[in-house]
C-alpha cells in the first residue's frame, strides 16, 4: 500500500482484510484453501485500487492464467516524469526506456514493487480513447452497438 500512497497519492479507503475459508474459495473462485488479505486505495477520491495478497498455497489457477495478456490499470497523472520519478524511487520499475508520446499523450507502462503494472499517462482515460479513435477510426463501435 505505501508505495501506490507515496507514488500516487492515493487514500486507503480500506484497510488490509483477511478472507480466509471456506468464503475466500468462493469468492475468487479458488481451490478450498484459499486465503488472501485485501485492501482498497482510492485515488483522487474516483479510482478504487483493490490490492489482493494471496497466502499459502491456495491460490486460484486464474491468477497465473495471464499468457500474454496485459491487464492493468491506468492512472491520469500530470506531471509523468515526475510520478516515474517517484515510483522508481519507491521501488517500482518502468518497463520501457522512456515515457513515450502519441497524439500529444505521454505515458509509460511501470511495474510495482511486486510486478504488477500500471500505466501513467497525461491524459484522462476518455482523451485516451477520444486519442485512439482518432488515429484508429476503424476501433468506433457501431453506433447500433451496446457499446456505443
Do not use: C
Request: proline share 10%; no cysteine; hydrophobic share 45%.
Amino acid at each position: 500500500m505505501s508505495f501506490y500512497r507515496e507514488v500516487l497519492d492515493a487514500a486507503v479507503v480500506v484497510q488490509p482484510i483477511t478472507m480466509g475459508p471456506p468464503g475466500a474459495a468462493g469468492f475468487m473462485n479458488g481451490p478450498p484453501d484459499t486465503e488472501f488479505r485485501v485492501a482498497m486505495l482510492t485515488v483522487d477520491g474516483g479510482v478504487i485500487l483493490e490490492l489482493f495478497q494471496f497466502m499459502g498455497d491456495g491460490v486460484p489457477d486464474w491468477v497465473f492464467a495471464h499468457k500474454g495478456l496485459l491487464p492493468h490499470a491506468g492512472f491520469t497523472v500530470s506531471d509523468v516524469p515526475e510520478v516515474l520519478r517517484r515510483a522508481e524511487a519507491a521501488g517500482g520499475t518502468r518497463q520501457w526506456p522512456e515515457p513515450v508520446t502519441i497524439g500529444g499523450a505521454e505515458m509509460i507502462y511501470v511495474a510495482d514493487p511486486f510486478g504488477n503494472t500500471f500505466e501513467l499517462m497525461d491524459v484522462p482515460g476518455t482523451g485516451l480513447v477520444a486519442l485512439l479513435l482518432d488515429l484508429y477510426p476503424e476501433a468506433a463501435p457501431a453506433q447500433d452497438s451496446p457499446a456505443a
